[in-house]
Structures are given as C-alpha cells and as structure tokens.
C-alpha cells in the first residue's frame, strides 16, 4: 500500500479547486445552448391583491422581444395542489404556482415573463410591461398576524415539538432562581453568491436539458415533469456547480418552473436569471418571537424549563422548523414545556436557511442560559457542565456519542476562558470594552437514502457518481477521498461526479446529511465494486488470486495482491481485459439504520466562545476572535471541515451582527433587497477563527460521520450576544445587535 | 434597465452640447452610481454621452497654493495622490472610508459628487419618492427611515447625501467648477449640494447640461489635526449611519480655527459655522466638544428608525474632535476607533 | 485578430476593440451591454461572476488596464480600446497563478462563486500597493463578499504569496 492512504481523515485540497479558481466551473446560468433566448421576470409592485390589467404591448412591440408571458397566456398546467407537492421539500399548504391566476401572494410575485433574443433586449421590455392592482392591505410582521396557532398538520421530516414533561410551571414558581426573557430573532435572506437561475437547453423532440441552480437535482426534475406532465426520460437536470445555496436551492423556484414553461411554449432554449433583488422574492429564514423561562436551584441546576417561539409563515403554507425542541434534550430537566406556534404573513413562503430552527431556537436557549448564569452567580461554562444531559429526554433515548464536555473544555482552553472576570464591564483596553462569551450549539445528525455508482475503466481511472450536490461543502472531495481508500487508488486516479439526474438517485442535499449517506453509498458502490474485481480476476486463467476472499486481499496500486504475498497479484487492467470489459460498473447504496435511530439520539454539537470589543461611548462592535469547538463524529478532510466551519461561523458573525431583512410594513415591501444595505460580513468584520474538532466515535453510520454542514452557525449569534452583555451590560435580545441598541 | 443610445464625446463643448439639447440625456463617467440606477429603473436615459475620453483627469497645483483636480479623477487615485495624502490627508481619509477599492477605482471626482442618495425607497420604483417621481409622496417618513436624514429635512423628502469625500470637501472649502451651456462658473461647495425642500428631485444647483470639470482645494490647511470617523451597519463597504470630517487649528492647548462636516445626515454634507465657531479660542476637552455638538445638531429631527442618529452624531462628534485635537486621526484600516 | 459580429435590434450597435486575456478583439456591441455580460453571454467568459449586477458584492472584478473594477457597472462601449484581464486569463489548471495555487491550498473558497472575482481583485490590491498589514488586506479586499464565509482563508492566501515576512515586520 501506498504512503498515501488513507485520504479519509487526512486535508485533501479541493478535487474541483483547479476549476473554480479558474473560472472554468460552470454554474447553472453559464451553460450555452443554439439560438438560447433570454428571459426576463417582472416583480409585482403589491404585496396583496390582484393584476386588473396587463398591458404588455409596449413590451411586445420591443427590439428583440419574441413572447410575453403571463397568467392570461401561460401554458396550461394543473389546477389541484398534488403535482406540485412533487417536491422532496414541501411543506403543508398549497404551493406557490406562478401565473396560476391574477392573485399576488406578495410583493415581487412574478406577474409577467419576457422573452428576448438577448439579455439586454429582454430587460429593457421587461420596464414596459404595464400592471394595474386591486391592492389589499398586506400584513408583513408575525406579531400583527390575525392570530397565532399550532400547525395543525405536522411538516414531514421534522421532529415534532415534545410533549410536556413534568410540571414545568409549577417548577418554575418555585424556583428560587428565575429567568424569563422575550427574544426576537429577524427575518434573514440566504443570498448564497450565486444568483437563483436556470437555463433550459431545448433538444428538440421535447427533449429538455435543464441546468437549475439547486440543492439536489432529482428534485426540480421530480417537480417539473409532474407539473408539466413530461416524459421523466426525456428530462434532465445537470448543475454540477452551485454558487451557495444554504437551503434556498432546497426547493424548486419560479425561475426553473417558468424557464421550463417558456421553453416547452416556443420550443426553444431559453436563460432566465433572476436579479439580486428578486433573490428576495423567495425563500427566507422566518422571524421569530420567543420566549424563554428558567427555573433553577440556588446554585444554578434547572428546575424548569419553558420555551414558546411564534414563528411567522406564507398565506399558502404552514412552514415549519423546530424551534423549541433543543430546549427539551440539551439541558438535565424534568419539567419541560415547549410550544411552537405559526403567524401568518403576505410574504413567500420562509424555508430552511443554515440549521434551520436550532440557530433560531437556541439563540433564545443559549442567551437564557446566560442570563441564568448571572442570575445564579455561576459560570456560563460551569453552569452547561452542571446541568449537562447524558440523555435525550424528549425522546428518551440515549446520544450515539456526545463529546460535548470535551468541546467544552478544549474549546475554553484554546480561548484562554479562564483570563475572563465574570462581571459586565470589568474588562477594558483604552476605550473598547472587553467581553467573552460563550454559547452552546447543537444539530441533528441525520441520514437520508442514497445510491451511487462506482465505474473502473480499463485504463485504471475510477469514476464515483451520485446525484447528490456540492454547494460549497466538498462532497466532491470527500467521495473522491473515500472512493480512492477504497480501491487503493491516487486520488487524481479518481472522479467524483454529482449534480446530474443521469447518475444515481439521491435526495437534496441539506441537513448536514449529504457527507454520511452520500458518502457511505460510494464507500458501498466501491465495496461492490471490489467484489465483482475480486470475483472476476479470480476467474483468471492461473490467477493467484483463485482462492482467495476479499479478506484475503488488498486493493492498491492498480492491482489486487494478496496480502500475504504480495507479489502475486492481479491489475485492475487485465481483471477488465480477461473479462473482455472496457470497464466495469457497480452500484451501492445506503439506507440509514433505522433500528440504531430508534435506540439512539444523533447529534452534532459546539462550543463556541467569541471576543468581542465595543466602543464605550459610540457602540461600535469589533469581534477580536472566536473559537468554536466542534463534536461531530469523524473529519472526513479536515482541511474542508474546517471551512464548513468557518462559514457557519461566519454566517452567525452576520445575524448577530448585521443581517435583518427590512420590510415596510405598510407596503409589505423589502426595502433592503440588495447586498449594498442588507448587509452579510465582510472582510473587515471577520476576525482570525479558530476551529477546534473534538475526536468523536459515532456508530450511526459506515463512516461514523455526522455532518458539519449547520453546526457551524447554531449558537455562534448567542456567544456574540452574550459577549456583549459581558463587554458592556446590556442586554440586546433583539438582533442583529447594531450599533443603534449599544448607544 | 431600458435600453438607450451612446455617444462619446471628444470635447467639453461637445458634451456639453450634446446633453444640454436633448432632456433625455446624460453624461456618464465612472459608472458606478448611474448605471447602478439604471438597473434599476430609477434613472431611465435614453442617451448617455460618454465624458471618460475629455482632458479632465490631471491634478494640477494652483497659483493660490492649493490643488485643481480634474474630475474625471478616479476616487483611488486622488486619494493615493502624493501630495493629497501629504496636505490634504482628510481628503485622501474620506475617500479611503467609502465604497470599495473597485469602485474608488472606477469612481469619477466629478461623479462622486454627484452620486444620489441611497434612500431605500429612491431605489424601489414601486413605492412613492419625491426624490425620484416628484408629487409621489415620501413612504421613507413613515417608513424603514434607519438610513435616513435628521437634519435639514423637508416635508417632501428626507433623503440624504452618501458621499464621504463630499464631508472632507465641505470641511476643506473646496470649490466646484462647473462648465455649462451659458459658460463656466465656480461655486463654493457649500453652495453646490442644495437641501431637499420642495423640490427634493434637485440633488444639486447643476442645471442640465452642466458639468462638473474641476474640485479645487484651497492652500492646505489642517495637515496635522484632522480626522474622518465613519460609522456604520458593517466594519467597511457600507453607507455612513453618521460621519464627521474634522479639522482643528491648534493655538497652543486651545482652538484657533474648528471644521466640523457631518455625513449621513441631511441632504448634503451639513456644517454649521455657528457650530464651529463655538469652539474658536477655547480648550480641546469633551465639554467644548458637546458644546459644539450641540448647535450643529440644532433642530435635529428623528423620523423613528433614525431617531438614534442623533445621540450618534452627538457623540460622533465628540470623539470626532477628540481624535482630531490629539492628532490622531481615525485609520480607515484599523477597527477600533482611538 | 478574432471578429465577432454580434447583432441585436434595438439601439445602434457600436463597434469597439477590446483586448481580452491577450486576444484582440473587434466587437459590435449596443450600448447597454454592461462588460460583465459582454463576456459572459457574447464572449463565453463565464469566469466573472454575476452576483448582484450592483456592484456591491465584487463577485465580477476583472482587471481593465490592469485595475480592479466592478465589470457589472461598466458599459462594454466605454471600454473600448482597453486591455481586460479575467480569471481565465489569470491562469488555467496546469498554469495556474501563484494566488490561485494559494486559493486551493488555503481552502480559501467553498461554492467557488465569489472566487474569480476574489482572485482577481487580490492581484488589483497587489499591483496597487497599499496594502501592508493584514488589517490593510482586510479592509482592501471588503469589496469582494464571500458568503461561504472563506475570508480567513482569503487573507491567508494573499499573505501567503505576498510573503509572510513582509508582514511580520510590519506587525512587528
């Protein structure tokens, strides 16, 4: 065996690192295609109400302009709800469907579609196109809905929120220490780099080719042939590259479904970019109200535990994210009492953003926690330590693995926590305020169904494929380190491909869960992939390897030796010419293990402890450092693990800081749909970050990997908020934290 | 963004004439705002007469000790200029505080001037603007108004000026001169931006078909107690909550001469003499500072959102001078205010 | 010389000459083709990113004349005669430039979108000059957003082929 193996576990630069910073990765809106027409959407100007009229022939009449589509002329598609709950990602309600009818759902509803010969051509008609409205009052602020409730119809693929234990109300008046506090977290917007885009290559014979910016190609393909009743074999989704996505790609958009549409009705092939602006029209984390009390002994240990979030949702649809659910596993309590409410509002349906629920929820969580620690005289570090959970009591089970004391304690350590002096302003240089602080993160480690292929060609290469995405994470990288170990190959000998409906089936790619399942198929298709190698080569005429099991072998090098002599051996080159292959293909598979989810609780957890410094007199917030601590199983490449830390961390850095999408509540509007005033970090606002994995053993799955796609950000905004309480003695539970609640 | 005609032109006479005889023209230099308001249907010119080609980019010294700066000038280069960063440092500071290094790159003197408002509903042509569709009505009042002015309002618009090297302009008394179809002429900077009243669509005292073609800074004064301290929604690459340029004349432990502009607040670059007069011949201390504050936010006026921009300039100010009277003026690089 | 004709209705196309990565070009362009989309939709340069057509994200940066700028807020017409340089023309896999080999070794970048744009105004910051110390780097570098949240790795990369002793003096 080769001195480099294995790759599992050790930094691998990015296999596709040469062609993105090169330029040559191609994105869902840089494929090209014969006579391609440019597309263009027009936004409604109301949030609620009705198109009275359209006018549209200025737009018509214009240089260039070949259609102009709307409700009044779109191509028929189906009026019940169910083709278009063909989405991996829906949620209950009826979905969005654009030119459905006259109705505007919310401000930017796509109301029009202009097709042009050229991009310019197309948005220079598109500023012609003439809507008059019945404007309704819309309602953009979840503490105005009409009434907040329970959804009544649970969203699949999330837990539910957990019964009441104990008496948790009753602990908590009779609890000596009490802390309740009302917290807001702001509605934010994913604006990944990449804009929302598709180009759909029309192939002739209603052949489509389609390249969407997504999370999961089988998805928009699913989507698309159910709502325009197409020949599954005659559609195809490639995006092999994804400019970002953090769960707005999950679901399929307005742009692929109306790409799609202007293509099938002029039979041509057509691009349709959205605008930065209208990467506001679309998905977006939900604001949420939340309230937090704590009940505890004198000493700190929780006695009750109440948390109740109000989180806001479409007209159309029920979203939903569990919200509420770490308050009831991540602390020791026995009185427990959670509720997860909805409000509605005019506004596109929320979706998941980055940890959906666990960053909103336990902000609240983890800011009570330290105010309890105030409240208790008790270190914020000590005061987790004490009332550390051995076990899920929501679901009553044990964790698979919990290294969380151990992120604790690194975490501390590399941060220096113990140069801290527990009291609010009592650490200053020159006219900056000094605080640390400190929170918990936590995320559930899951699994999902995939299949893969592994492909051997006679000249020795391996090609791994599954349909799965990588938007940044470095799937492409780790398949290609797992599949390499597994045939002994170099890594450069191997091709990891994703992102294209031709290759085996995998679901979207979100919840942290693609690394495990994704992964665990490939290291299954390369374990066939040995077997059918090892069963070929020892049909040889004379093979040495006649008798032997895969026990007996190994794979490395291009060959397959045995392992207690290897010199006799067999290349991979002559098992493919012995059986007269050109190559050779194997499928796998992963299904997650139902029996070890029923025994045990999955999770990812954090330890993330921030600096920051805060002008005394005009409230400017300068973040010094952070160091987060991470509990997730086995680092399959260190090297990108660290990034999806860094850019969870990142991203936390913007919500607690920055980040607010600003409705006009009378116009139900957004005000700030750009990057110029919604405003994501930037260079000069990240500090140096230190990223520390924690050796964890998880048996949930082959690889006993968990996922690190969300961790990163789920209490990252609450270790910023508490640093600040530390730095200056207030306490900021609204975010972001701007400069205006610091005067 | 509609689609509109291009002519380049070869001379200041020729540009002028050409967009002073036809309304639905423009002149464009660096870009970065006009085209910028373009897409988004804000500014819909149906020709741009393209000014980048005309003899306007040198920075010349003149026979009155100061700088003449031709205003096709990039941004970054005025600002690396050797002699601006050696007796204009303010100026080069300012500039240095706004947009990014791309921009100041593409970004005219002339233009920078010139750039509009980021006011959200100047930018959004489904809501009401003044400022963009006179007689409209202002939604920003009642609105997100987080970013907008509390000092020389109107009732038609409450808009504000983004620049920051405008602030520095208005702190060193540059001048503008401006060529035009009736001939030159050459306003002081205070009389160039206007205050919104009830015409708020008028940045400006330009009329159309003028154009700036030259900054002149007067002899250098205030090399030594300076600074420009922007404060914002995000460490760099963000629009100014609130600015000050200032600019002391020491006379031993006391003040000789104050420049005090703020950013961010009003319609233009605000400076109040009575204001700066009020620290003439007294001590460098925080009460003088206030005191100062104090008349120059005179009649400051929240609409909500922005109400706290007022306690913000107060105390922007205040360290504004602090940092100026000690001779430490803010770097652009470095995060923590001094 | 490579001449592309490129037609479209509406207002009056003009004609210019653009050196892109070295190759002359004669190009009839209308005039609101902004230079981003000139290479992106005219050119097949898709390297430069659009990733918010405002110039406040930095995702398209290209060198014109050896400068940095935004090329979404620039008109194609206005750029005649200038020499542009993408990432294509900064290096390609098996040539890369110093900065890109830093990119990947660093791991300065996850979805790779803001990526061009960052590579590119990293070599803009360096032929400029002014950037001396890390804070320098940051606050030089805030026009190019990274939402995948790569700047350490950023800043790291550019140091690295700066030369970190450069900067341990100037820290020192």
């Given at each position: 065996?080769?001195?480099?193996?294995?790759?599992?576990?050790?930094?691998?630069?990015?296999?596709?690192?040469?062609?993105?910073?090169?330029?040559?990765?191609?994105?869902?809106?840089?494929?090209?295609?014969?006579?391609?027409?440019?597309?263009?959407?027009?936004?409604?100007?109301?949030?609620?109400?009705?198109?009275?009229?359209?006018?549209?022939?200025?737009?018509?009449?214009?240089?260039?302009?070949?259609?102009?589509?709307?409700?009044?002329?779109?191509?028929?598609?189906?009026?019940?709800?169910?083709?278009?709950?063909?989405?991996?990602?829906?949620?209950?309600?009826?979905?969005?469907?654009?030119?459905?009818?006259?109705?505007?759902?919310?401000?930017?509803?796509?109301?029009?579609?202009?097709v042009a010969d050229t991009h310019e051509n197309a948005r220079h008609a598109a500023t012609l196109v003439r809507a008059t409205?019945?404007?309704?009052?819309?309602?953009?602020?979840?503490?105005?809905?009409?009434?907040?409730?329970?959804?009544?119809?649970?969203?699949?693929?999330?837990?539910?929120?957990?019964?009441?234990?104990?008496?948790?109300?009753?602990?908590?008046?009779?609890?000596?220490?009490?802390?309740?506090?009302?917290?807001?977290?702001?509605?934010?917007?994913?604006?990944?780099?990449?804009?929302?885009?598709?180009?759909?290559?029309?192939?002739?014979?209603?052949?489509?080719?389609?390249?969407?910016?997504?999370?999961?190609?089988?998805?928009?393909k699913n989507y698309i042939c159910s709502v325009f009743g197409l020949d599954e074999d005659k559609v195809r989704l490639v995006s092999p590259f994804v400019g970002g996505a953090f769960g707005m790609a999950l679901r399929p958009h307005y742009d692929v479904f109306l790409a799609v549409m202007a293509s099938l009705k002029l039979q041509r092939s057509i691009r349709l970019v959205l605008t930065r602006g209208q990467m506001f029209t679309m998905g977006w984390r939900p604001d949420c109200l939340q309230t937090v009390s704590f009940g505890a002994d004198a000493g700190g240990r929780l006695t009750s535990i109440q948390h109740h979030a109000i989180q806001a949702t479409s007209r159309y649809e029920d979203y939903q994210e569990p919200i509420v659910n770490w308050s009831g596993f991540l602390y020791d309590c026995d009185n427990v009492a959670l509720k997860y409410e909805l409000g509605k509002v005019d506004t596109p349906t929320p979706s998941d953003m980055r940890a959906p629920g666990a960053t909103t929820g336990v902000f609240a969580l983890e800011c009570a926690m330290d105010e309890l620690a105030y409240a208790a005289?008790?270190?914020?570090?000590?005061?987790?330590?004490?009332?550390?959970?051995?076990?899920?009591?929501?679901?009553?089970?044990?964790?698979?693995?919990?290294?969380?004391?151990?992120?604790?304690?690194?975490?501390?350590?590399?941060?220096?926590?113990?140069?801290?002096?527990?009291?609010?302003?009592?650490?200053?240089?020159?006219?900056?305020?000094?605080?640390?602080?400190?929170?918990?993160?936590?995320?559930?480690?899951?699994?999902?169904?995939?299949?893969?292929?592994?492909?051997?060609?006679?000249?020795?290469?391996?090609?791994?494929?599954?349909?799965?995405?990588d938007i940044g994470t470095g799937t492409y990288t780790i398949l290609a380190q797992i599949a390499a170990d597994a045939l002994g190959l170099d890594i450069a000998e191997v091709t990891s491909r994703v992102g294209d409906t031709s290759l085996p089936m995998a679901p979207v790619e979100g919840g942290s869960w693609a690394a495990a399942s994704a992964g665990s198929a490939v290291k299954s298709a390369c374990e066939t992939l040995k077997d059918e190698l090892l069963k070929r080569a020892r049909g040889i005429d004379g093979s040495p390897l006649a008798n032997a099991g895969l026990d007996h072998v190994v794979f490395g090098n291009g060959r397959i030796a045995l392992a207690s002599d290897p010199a006799k051996a067999v290349s991979f080159a002559d098992v493919l010419k012995g059986a007269g292959l050109d190559k050779l293909e194997a499928d796998g598979g992963f299904e997650p293990d139902k029996d070890f989810a029923q025994t045990y609780a999955g999770y990812t957890h954090a330890a993330c402890f921030v600096e920051v410094r805060v002008d005394e007199d005009l409230g400017v917030v300068r973040l010094a450092r952070v160091v987060s601590a991470v509990a997730a199983g086995k680092i399959l490449n260190p090297l990108t693990a660290r990034s999806q830390i860094l850019g969870g961390?990142?991203?936390?850095?913007?919500?607690?800081?920055?980040e607010e999408t600003l409705w006009d509540k009378t116009l139900g509007r957004v005000m700030n749909a750009n990057l110029g005033e919604y405003h994501v970090p930037a260079h000069a606002d990240i500090p140096d970050i230190d990223v520390v994995f924690v050796d964890e053993e998880d048996g949930s799955n082959p690889l006993g990997v968990k996922g690190l796609g969300e961790i990163g950000i789920v209490g990252t905004a609450a270790a910023v908020a508490n640093a600040i309480f530390h730095a200056t003695g207030k306490r900021v539970r609204e975010l972001p934290i701007t400069i205006d609640k610091l005067l | 963004m509609m689609n509109f005609s291009y002519t380049r032109a070869e001379t200041v006479a020729e540009a002028i004439a050409a967009v002073a005889g036809d309304p639905a023209a423009r002149f464009i230099a660096g870009g970065t705002n006009l085209v910028d308001l373009m897409k988004y249907d804000v500014m819909k010119p149906e020709r741009l007469v393209d000014i980048t080609r005309l003899p306007l980019r040198e920075i010349e010294a003149t026979d009155a000790g100061g700088l003449r700066i031709g205003a096709l000038v990039p941004n970054s280069d005025l600002a690396y200029d050797a002699r601006v960063q050696r007796d204009y440092p303010l100026l080069a500071s300012a500039i240095l505080a706004g947009a990014s290094a791309q921009l100041r790159n593409a970004a005219t003197t002339g233009g920078n001037l010139l750039q509009r408002t980021r006011c959200y509903y100047f930018y959004d042509v489904a809501t009401p603007c003044n400022k963009r569709e006179p007689g409209s009505g202002c939604a920003a009042k009642t609105g997100v108004n987080r970013v907008n002015a509390i000092l020389g309002t109107s009732e038609a618009c409450i808009a504000t000026h983004p620049s920051d090297m405008c602030v520095a302009l208005a702190a060193l008394e540059a001048t503008v001169h401006v060529e035009g179809p009736n001939g030159p002429r050459v306003l002081p900077f205070a009389e160039f931006h206007r205050l919104p009243g009830d015409a708020p669509q008028h940045d400006n005292t330009l009329a159309h078909g003028e154009m700036v073609v030259a900054v002149e800074l007067p002899a250098p004064r205030f090399g030594r107690n300076h600074t420009?301290?922007?404060?914002?929604?995000?460490?760099?690459?963000?629009?100014?909550?609130?600015?000050?340029?200032?600019?002391?004349?020491?006379?031993?432990?006391?003040?000789?001469?104050?420049?005090?502009?703020?950013?961010?607040?009003?319609?233009?670059?605000?400076?109040?003499?009575?204001?700066?007069?009020?620290?003439?011949?007294?001590?460098?201390?925080?009460?003088?500072?206030?005191?100062?504050?104090?008349?120059?936010?005179?009649?400051?006026?929240?609409?909500?959102?922005?109400?706290?921009?007022?306690?913000?300039?107060?105390r922007a100010i205040v360290r504004a001078l602090a940092q100026a009277a000690a001779g430490e003026p803010q770097v652009q690089s470095d995060k923590t205010v001094n | 010389m490579e001449i592309d004709r490129l037609t479209a209705a509406g207002p009056t196309a003009v004609s210019i000459a653009l050196k892109v990565n070295g190759v002359e070009r004669r190009l009839e362009v209308p005039p609101s083709v902004t230079l981003l989309d000139l290479l992106r939709e005219r050119l097949d340069l898709t390297g430069s990113k659009k990733g918010c057509d405002q110039g406040q994200c930095g995702a398209c940066t290209v060198l014109v004349n050896g400068r940095r700028v935004n090329a979404c807020l620039q008109l194609a017409v206005m750029n005649d005669g200038a020499e542009i340089t993408t990432i294509e023309g900064v290096g390609q896999p098996g040539a890369l430039h110093p900065l890109q080999e830093a990119f990947i070794a660093h791991d300065a970048f996850q979805c790779g979108y803001c990526t061009p744009g960052q590579i590119c105004s990293a070599i803009g910051m360096m032929n400029e000059g002014h950037a001396k110390t890390e804070a320098e780097i940051r606050e030089l570098m805030s026009g190019n957003l990274c939402r995948c949240g790569a700047y350490g790795n950023i800043v790291d990369a550019i140091e690295d082929v700066m030369g970190r002793s450069a900067f341990k003096e100037a820290a020192e």
């Open positions: 065996m080769s001195n480099i193996h294995p790759y599992v576990g050790r930094a691998t630069s990015r296999v596709d690192g040469p062609l993105k910073v090169s330029g040559l990765a191609q994105y869902a809106a840089e494929f090209g295609a014969p006579d391609l027409a440019y597309a263009a959407a027009v936004p409604s100007a109301i949030a609620k109400g009705r198109v009275t009229s359209l006018d549209v022939s200025a737009a018509r009449a214009a240089p260039g302009v070949i259609d102009v589509l709307s409700h009044e002329n779109k191509l028929a598609f189906p009026e019940d709800d169910e083709p278009f709950k063909n989405d991996m990602v829906a949620v209950p309600g009826s979905p969005f469907r654009p030119f459905r009818d006259d109705q505007v759902h919310y401000s930017g509803q796509a109301i029009a579609l202009v409205y019945a404007a309704e009052t819309p309602n953009v602020d979840v503490a105005s809905a009409a009434n907040h409730y329970e959804p009544p119809e649970p969203r699949d693929g999330i837990p539910p929120t957990p019964e009441p234990r104990g008496d948790a109300a009753g602990a908590f008046a009779a609890a000596p220490v009490q802390v309740t506090a009302d917290y807001r977290v702001v509605a934010e917007h994913h604006n990944p780099m990449e804009l929302q885009a598709t180009t759909v290559v029309w192939e002739g014979d209603g052949r489509l080719l389609i390249h969407n910016k997504t999370q999961g190609v089988v998805n928009p005289k008790v270190d914020p570090v000590e005061l987790r330590l004490m009332n550390y959970s051995d076990r899920d009591k929501n679901d009553d089970k044990p964790f698979s693995s919990k290294e969380l004391r151990e992120a604790y304690r690194l975490g501390a350590e590399r941060f220096g926590w113990s140069k801290r002096s527990p009291e609010p302003r009592s650490m200053r240089e020159g006219r900056e305020l000094i605080g640390y602080g400190m929170a918990t993160g936590c995320w559930e480690a899951m699994t999902m169904p995939h299949k893969a292929r592994a492909t051997l060609t006679a000249d020795g290469k391996l090609e791994v494929g599954c349909a799965t995405a961390v990142v991203m936390g850095c913007g919500m607690a800081l920055h | 420009y301290l922007k404060l914002r929604d995000r460490l760099s690459y963000a629009f100014a909550l609130v600015s000050v340029a200032a600019a002391l004349e020491m006379d031993g432990e006391g003040i000789a001469e104050a420049r005090i502009a703020l950013g961010g607040v009003a319609h233009k670059p605000w400076r109040v003499p009575d204001g700066e007069a009020v620290l003439k011949g007294k001590p460098a201390t925080p009460d003088s500072f206030g005191a100062a504050a104090d008349v120059i936010l005179a009649g400051a006026k929240g609409y909500g959102g922005n109400d706290f921009k007022i306690e913000l300039a107060r | -």
